[in-house]
Every structure is written in structure tokens, then in C-alpha cells.
């Protein structure tokens, strides 16, 4: 068995990196490894916004948290799942125009250059956190799977190595074609392995039984809930992997349309992860609740556990691509291109090559710091909850000075530190302090610009 799942891994990396080598030549651009040429058709825009939310957060992290929290943990992808729409909606204002590339091209058409690369940073910060969980989610997946052959940290390497170098090599492209085959990939795994697991053990019947998992907000309670949802649903508004694909449609119809049906691919996989977890529950109550998901692989038989494996460990690489090349974008558009005065071509695509393989190897050295998927999420997203707040502010209360917005953004770093050096964020979530701090100083902006209205 351990020897099948070896070769299926095998396989399957050199279908993706074969895939890279092939469409290399449609990258020969900055904007071609950048943003695809902007001449992505609906289908590709789907698989990739699928790829952007079906990853290890919402597979292995999904699978973890309603292990631990039953199917409450959901309410963590809600957000998500209601920011998609919503962005689709949007999506005109988002972009602004073709020429968009990165969030810092929606805060600079709103506030001045300072407020514009604070916001840049903590995007991507975001963004190489969220690459990083990927990471984490390789070396569980990859360890479990094949009995310990792979280590946990050689998964993490070998993952990392995977996706990081067929996107060296082919840019937003090959994550485009990739993210196609992982989608197709997962979707015939997951449910495959994932009702076959359901109707041979019975737990789910067996797990009714189990106070909370069930329940609608399970153990987590109504305000923890719904910080999950409400903070992910500012995480997922002005993602820098939306951004970045939206960027690459050749319309904003096949935009918004290619949003819509990614994130109904997206939806019912989640779910399902999430069952999985309550039946690692019922079945393995004593594992490592990182280890959810793969430990189910020891209970279905071999023609279903090679498309469960790779079911698991795509999605780790189709979120992982799609975030690991916006924080290119963002990177090399907003700093890595003023700072060295790039200005040819051929100079940015190699520029924005290497800081691919740079941001690449910093998520797989943050990966040893990772403990609990969600949580550690829904804590880092508060940095874009912040600049989704004063995004908004902006579009709908035109006016605002950018003293306001950058005392906002900067008073979130403040507030984030303190909750963790205090140890206040283990009592209530960064995100209402942060909310509340936000709103007070727009609030301001937004008064004294009255003031200067009416004075006028």
C-alpha cells in the first residue's frame, strides 16, 4: 500500500511540473507571469478561485476543526463562501479598472502612498501565512499517508518544493492549468473516499449522540462563530488571490461569472471535509486532530485511497499557488521593482521569478510555528478585516483624509500586538477591539471632512 501511495505522489508531481515546463512559454512576459496576459476565459477563473478556498485551511484545517468543534467550524468558511458573492458584485469597484494588479492599486485609488504600502505589507503578510499553512497541511497529509516513509517536516519540504517550482516556472499561468487539474483531482477524490467512509463506518449516525457536534454553534459559542464567519468574509472581499484573478479575466463579465461558480465548487468540498472530520472522530478519537483527515486513509480500501491521498494533498497545492503568486504580485509591483528601479521587461520577470522561489522557502521556514490551522487564521486576517473596513470607507465616504486610514491600518498592528503580549486575545478576538478602534478613527475622518465641507 505504502509503495502504491509513494508511486501515485510521484505521478502526480510530474504531471504538475511537466505542466509548468509546457505552458513556460506563455510566460515570457512580467504581465504573462503575473497575471496571465489578462486572457483567462471563466473556466480557469473558476478552478482557480475553487483552488483559493479549497486548500489545507479548508480541508485539513476544516477536517481538524470539526473534529474538534464538530460542524460549528463551517461557520469559519462561511464567510468566505458570502465574501465571494458579494466580490463578484463588486467586482467593477474592486478592479477599478484593467490596469489593477494587487490591493495596493485599490488602497492608492483612495489614500496616499504611505497608507497604500502599509496596507500592501499586511496583505502580504497575510499571504505568506496562508502559503505557510499549506505548507503545514503538506507535511501532515504526506507523513500520515505513507506511514511515516515521508516525515512530517520532509512533507513540508516536498510540498513546498512541488507548487513553488512548477509557479517558478510557468507564472499565473501554470497556476491556472494546475489548478484545473488539482480541482478535477479533488473534487473526485474527497467524495469518492468521503462517502465511502461515511456509509461503511455509520458515524454520523453513531455521532448525533455527541453533545455539540451537531449543534449550530457547537462548542464554540454565537460570538466565536460568528467572528469566524464575519472575519473571513473581510479576508475573502479583497483577497490578493481574487484580486489577482479577477486581474487576469479577459472581461469583468467572465470575471464575475468565474467567481460565482468557483465558489459553488468550492462549497460542497468543504462540507464534506468537514464530515470527514466528525467521522475521525468517531472513528480515531485520540489522534492528533491535525491528522483528521489522513488517518481516515487507513479504513478504505486501495482502488479508493490512492484518489483519497491525492484528493487530501491537492488542495494544499491549489490554494497554495494562487496566494503564493499574488504575494509575488503584490511583492514585486509594490516593492521589489521601486526599491531595485526595475523598469525592463525581461528584468521583472526575472525579479518576479526569484521572489517566487523567496517567498516560497520564508512560508516553509514559518511552517514550523504553525499549531492550530483556523484559529491562527482567523487571528492574522484581522490585518485585512482593517483594510477592508477602510477600503470601504473610502468608496462610500469619499473624503476621508489619509492621516485617518493610515492611523487605522497602523493602530491595528498596535492593537494585535498588545492582544498577545497581554494575552487579551485568548479572552476576546482581536477583531472586535480592532473594529471598534477602526471605526472610531473613520468615524473621525469621516466628521472633520463634514467639517471642512461645510466650511468651505
Known amino acids: 500500500m505504502k509503495g502504491l501511495y509513494l508511486f501515485a505522489i510521484a505521478a502526480y508531481i510530474c504531471i504538475l511540473w511537466l505542466t509548468g515546463a509546457v505552458v513556460t512559454r506563455r510566460s515570457r512576459s512580467a504581465d504573462a507571469y503575473l497575471v496571465a496576459s489578462r486572457g483567462l476565459s471563466v473556466p480557469f477563473i473558476a478552478v482557480l478561485i475553487a483552488g483559493t478556498w479549497i486548500g489545507g485551511v479548508s480541508i485539513v484545517g476544516m477536517a481538524q476543526g470539526s473534529f474538534i468543534h464538530g460542524l460549528s467550524a463551517l461557520w469559519f468558511q462561511a464567510g468566505i463562501w458570502a465574501a465571494m458573492f458579494v466580490t463578484a458584485i463588486l467586482l467593477p469597484r474592486v478592479l477599478g479598472g484593467r490596469k489593477t494588479y494587487s490591493i495596493l492599486d485599490v488602497v492608492g485609488g483612495l489614500y496616499d502612498r504611505k497608507t497604500t504600502r502599509l496596507a500592501g505589507i499586511l496583505q502580504l503578510v497575510f499571504s505568506i501565512w496562508i502559503v505557510t499553512m499549506q505548507i503545514v497541511g503538506g507535511g501532515a497529509i504526506l507523513s500520515v499517508l505513507t506511514g511515516g516513509i515521508i516525515s512530517y517536516n520532509q512533507g513540508m519540504v516536498l510540498t513546498t518544493v512541488v507548487f513553488t517550482l512548477y509557479n517558478a516556472m510557468g507564472g499565473f499561468v501554470a497556476t491556472a492549468y494546475t489548478n484545473l487539474i488539482h480541482i478535477c483531482a ?271
Open 186 to 456: 479533488i473534487v473526485f477524490g474527497i467524495f469518492l473516499g468521503g462517502l465511502y467512509v461515511i456509509f461503511s463506518t455509520g458515524g454520523l449516525q453513531a455521532m448525533a449522540q455527541s453533545g455539540h457536534c451537531y449543534a449550530l454553534f457547537g462548542d464554540l459559542g454565537v460570538s466565536q462563530a460568528l467572528s469566524w464567519a464575519f472575519i473571513n468574509f473581510t479576508l475573502g472581499v479583497l483577497a490578493q488571490p481574487v484580486i489577482n484573478t479577477a486581474s487576469s479575466a479577459r472581461t469583468f463579465a467572465e470575471g464575475r461569472r468565474g467567481i460565482v461558480i468557483g465558489n459553488l465548487i468550492a462549497i460542497p468540498v468543504v462540507v464534506m471535509a468537514a464530515l470527514c472530520g466528525i467521522i475521525a472522530k468517531y472513528r480515531f478519537p485520540e489522534i492528533n486532530s491535525l491528522a483528521a483527515l489522513p488517518a481516515l486513509i487507513a479504513i478504505v480500501p486501495p482502488w479508493v485511497a490512492v484518489f483519497f491521498l491525492i484528493s487530501m494533498w491537492a488542495p494544499l497545492m491549489s490554494s497554495g499557488s494562487p496566494f503564493l503568486m499574488g504575494a509575488t504580485t503584490l511583492a514585486v509591483k509594490g516593492y521589489v521593482a521601486p526599491l531595485f528601479r526595475i523598469e525592463s521587461d525581461r528584468r521583472m520577470l526575472l525579479a518576479s521569478r526569484l521572489t517566487t522561489l523567496a517567498i516560497g522557502a520564508l512560508s516553509l521556514a514559518l511552517g514550523f510555528f504553525v499549531r492550530e490551522i483556523l484559529r491562527e487564521v482567523t487571528w492574522l486576517a484581522v490585518f485585512l478585516s482593517a483594510i477592508v473596513y477602510v477600503v470601504f470607507a473610502g468608496w462610500f465616504a469619499r473624503g476621508i483624509k489619509s492621516t485617518f486610514a493610515f492611523a487605522a491600518l497602523l493602530g491595528t498592528v498596535v492593537i494585535m500586538a498588545l492582544s498577545f503580549v497581554t494575552g487579551l486575545h485568548r479572552m476576546i478576538h482581536p477583531l472586535w477591539p480592532v473594529t471598534v478602534y477602526v471605526a472610531v478613527v473613520m468615524g473621525i475622518g469621516l466628521m472633520t471632512r463634514e467639517k471642512h465641507s461645510e466650511s468651505a
